[in-house]
């Protein structure tokens, strides 16, 4: 059996957490703090709710720091030689309440959305206030470098579902056949002035691959 | 895969052979396939505060 897990990346460079593996399961946090451990961020980095025209830069939404998750293989099964088909998807909906919406990061080719590692880049914002958008090009509160010059880098990370796969990477090009990493998939919250305080109950997202 | 010749007309046990073969050759590469390929699935859970 290969030895796969599910990373959440954080830090100024690169410092790895792991949410799911053969070994551990942990549940990861939106919030506006950049770390991945949820007993770490506890209940001190909220996403503010605003109030209209308060959100991040004057306007009616803040947002988390943006999260960065990738695939990482540190073993291989007898006869397994390569993973492809990397993809990810919500259950269709989100139950975190009115006023919140969660938004996925694409580099815009139909078929290679994903983040190469080598682009990974630390979330930003103001702690226990507001992320900024990984989307935004505002002077002092630029988004993620990889997207926020790409025209339509952002969707509803809910219009992907089983039914539907947000592909992170695909293709004969894009096999990996070696430990490492696939590419990776960038997530944000959005709050709205509708929205309510509280921690909210986890919400499942699922990465699908196929290994040969 | 051992290569049949092609022929035009097929009759009585040549017929049979014919068919048995290409029956058995369908079983390969459905078996092969099967066991070559095998999705992978994790769910991972997320919360939010604010």
């Not at chain 1, 690169?14 to 950049?34: H, K, P, V």
């Not at chain 1, 492809?84 to 919140?100: A, F, H, M």
């Amino acid at each position: 059996m290969a030895d796969i897990s599910v990373i959440e990346v954080y830090g100024s460079s690169w410092t790895e957490f792991i949410l799911s593996s053969q070994a551990s399961s942990n549940t990861g946090r939106y919030c506006t703090y950049d770390h991945a451990d949820p007993s770490v961020i506890g209940t001190n980095y909220p996403i503010r709710v605003p109030t209209a025209g308060n959100g991040w830069n004057n306007t009616d939404y803040n947002y988390s720091y943006w999260k960065t998750h990738f695939l990482k293989i540190t073993g291989w099964g007898a006869g397994d030689t390569e993973i492809k088909n990397v993809r990810w998807c919500t259950d269709g909906s989100l139950g975190w309440g009115t006023g919140v919406t969660l938004w996925i990061a694409k580099s815009g080719n139909t078929y290679n959305w994903g983040l190469p590692s080598s682009q990974y880049s630390q979330a930003t914002g103001i702690e226990k206030t507001t992320g900024n958008p990984f989307w935004s090009t505002v002077g002092g509160k630029e988004g993620h470098p990889y997207y926020r010059d790409v025209a339509n880098c952002s969707s509803n990370a809910t219009t992907y579902d089983s039914n539907n796969y947000f592909w992170v990477m695909s293709g004969a090009s894009n096999k990996i056949t070696g430990n490492g990493y696939s590419w990776g998939v960038v997530t944000q919250v959005q709050v709205g002035t509708d929205a309510t305080h509280g921690l909210k109950d986890p919400e499942t997202f699922t990465w699908v691959y196929d290994i040969i | 895969m051992r290569y049949i010749e092609p022929t035009p007309i097929l009759e009585g046990e040549d017929a049979l052979r014919f068919i048995k073969e290409l029956v058995k050759t369908n079983e390969k590469i459905t078996s092969k396939t099967i066991e070559e390929v095998r999705e992978k699935v994790f769910s991972i859970k997320f919360s939010v505060i604010m």
